[in-house]
């Protein structure tokens, strides 16, 4: 069992890669979003992008925007969450949980991530998004706790 | 013997276990760290933040305060350097190293990133910090060589 | 077979982990750069660097360099980009792809983040950037693709 823990034998792995797919493609979906606003707001940080896609210098003003920034640091916060999240759950799944305890936790996560997103982009007034992210957080923790109980140093 | 390579019934792969849980452990309590120090410094980035946790603008001045953006350097050298070790890492537990070889590299890391993150927050003096921020770089590299070894493009 | 899809024995995971290896190593790379670039251009960002690495205050400027600023979010860019090749290619491993295809998909990456690099180190005119960009967005999410078609949400 624990030999094909990491392979498409395991139903465990196969619903991992699911949330894992979900999660990296909403990483991945912010550098769009960075790239779309960047070139219609005309707001770059190289000389050579302005050269190219401002060519007038319509954009007078500073080349910093608050759309932009925010995205930036929603994009940030995915990197420093849903990366620990992948990788700790890989470690999870070989850890051998139980099919309902993995679900449970791959969910709640995926959900938290999804709606921080929401909440951050939308200036959603806090406490919510510092809620939505300690959910995330103690998720992983959670998974971390399982995957401690089999480790050996 | 390969086959099992990434799962419990390798004793190097519940070792790695073990070190990548506590790298990735120490960079998610970085979040911790800027969460707490954010909300009792009253120093924000967001509109949302200041209207809910700093009501009466008690903080007059920039918000941008020394000890945050520290803690903020050493987390994001932390996701320069930990994830990269974990990923490397797997590869590493997959290439089939010996006990002794894992069992240093991950141990030489692991205290080279607990005693970065002390030297950084604590401003002990240079050429302390690049020296340890090298040790751990060298010692994904040398894993990265025994990796290598295995490759087939 | 697929029990043994992330192990020496299957030739696709040892393909995976040249490429993986390569666009590690280059994420590394920029690290080594920024330090060599600070130490030599003597802009520190903390002030027990400039104590020790510039005592006489040779700079006596912003502690902001534009050729280091380009490097940095060069770096930014690799986290964001390459880290989620290597998750996502790690999962597209264990779906079991034909070697074709895997082969394609790894080196078209590859080859568009070494590119990536060299055209935002050296400034190279717009829209270039932009393009090799998304070519290595894309090429993850063809793989990300194929993963999909094997999960159990």
Chains 1, 2, 3 share one sequence.
Do not use: W
């Not at 395991?10 to 979003?33: C, D, E, H, Q």
């Not at 959900?111 to 992983?140: C, K, N």
Request: hydrophobic share 50%.
């Amino acid at each position: 069992m624990a030999a094909a823990a990491l392979s498409l034998d395991n139903p465990i792995f196969r619903m991992y890669m699911g949330y894992a797919f979900l999660v990296i493609i909403k990483t991945i979906a912010m550098s769009f979003a960075t790239v779309f606003f960047r070139i219609t707001l005309k707001v770059f940080l190289n000389q050579e992008d302005v050269a190219s896609f401002d060519p007038n210098k319509t954009n007078k003003g500073p080349q910093v925007h608050p759309t932009i920034e925010r995205i930036r640091r929603c994009h940030q916060n995915d990197l420093e969450n849903v990366i620990p999240f992948v990788l700790m759950g890989l470690l999870y799944v070989a850890s051998g949980p139980t099919t309902f305890a993995a679900s449970l936790h791959f969910r709640i996560f995926t959900a938290s991530r999804f709606l921080h997103t929401y909440v951050y982009i939308f200036s959603i007034p806090q406490p919510t998004r510092v809620l939505v992210f300690h959910v995330g957080v103690f998720t992983t923790l959670s998974m971390a706790y399982t995957v401690f109980s089999q480790v050996a140093f």
